[in-house]
């Protein structure tokens, strides 16, 4: 009787090929999954980054930095309030100051001067500290740009006295138009509030520093 000669079958290599195929697909989504949970921390950590800049920014321009710079927004950037004093022959007024840089002057007027207290009503006695400041605008800045900046102290809810800046800042802009002839169009507001305080709100003295409105000439 003839003796078979049965070998055991060989497996096909193909088998492992696909299993190398796999286990390598495999390793290349944990792979590429790593670094797609890499990149998004980056993106949140840049948005996070970038958000705070935004955060900063607006609190810059409302409060301020140790420089007492406003931060760049639309083009005011970099003004400088620790700029020389200036005498303008037309700017006689003690209540009145002024400084200015190439760029920029800054006219600062008390808010114990335009306003009573908590009220944005310009009061009478202010229209001849304006009339000089506008005509030193229309002097020396005709047709450049204006922001007018409202400050006041830290009495009150923030909402309230950011409220109270913005119609502070509103009735002068009002009063520029109306009795300077200065063109609206050229004019920008910044209602602050009582963020980038000048002095201490702990005092009455510095309180009443805080409370100020400043109007701001840039080139255009």
């Known amino acids: 009787m003839a003796e078979l000669n049965v070998q055991p079958k060989k497996k096909s290599p193909i088998w492992w090929i ?3 195929i796999i286990i390598i697909l495999v390793i290349l989504y944990f792979i590429f999954r790593g670094r797609n949970t890499e990149n998004q921390t980056n993106n949140s950590a840049t948005d996070t980054t970038g958000m705070t800049h935004n955060r900063d920014t607006n609190e810059t321009t409302t409060s301020g930095n140790a420089n007492n710079t406003v931060a760049a927004t639309s083009g005011w950037e970099g003004i400088n309030y620790n700029a020389p004093t200036e005498k303008y022959a037309e700017i006689t007024d003690k209540d009145i100051e002024v400084r200015s840089d190439n760029k920029y002057a800054v006219y600062s007027l008390g808010e114990n001067i335009l306003f009573d207290e908590n009220k944005s009503t310009i009061r009478p006695n202010a229209d001849n500290d304006l009339k000089q400041i506008a005509a030193s605008i229309k002097k020396r800045f005709s047709n ?3 922001r007018i900046y409202g400050f006041t102290d830290s009495v009150g809810s923030k909402d309230y006295n950011k409220q109270l800046a913005e119609e502070r800042a509103a009735a002068v802009q009002s009063w520029l ?9 050229h004019i920008s507001l910044n209602p602050v509030g009582e963020a980038r305080p000048v002095a201490s709100n702990k005092t009455e003295k510095g309180r009443q520093e805080n409370r100020r409105v400043e109007i701001v000439v840039k080139e255009a």
């Open 177 to 185: 138009v109306k009795n300077g002839d200065i063109n609206s169009n």
């Open 144 to 146: 450049d740009d204006i």
């Open 18 to 20: 696909i299993i190398v």
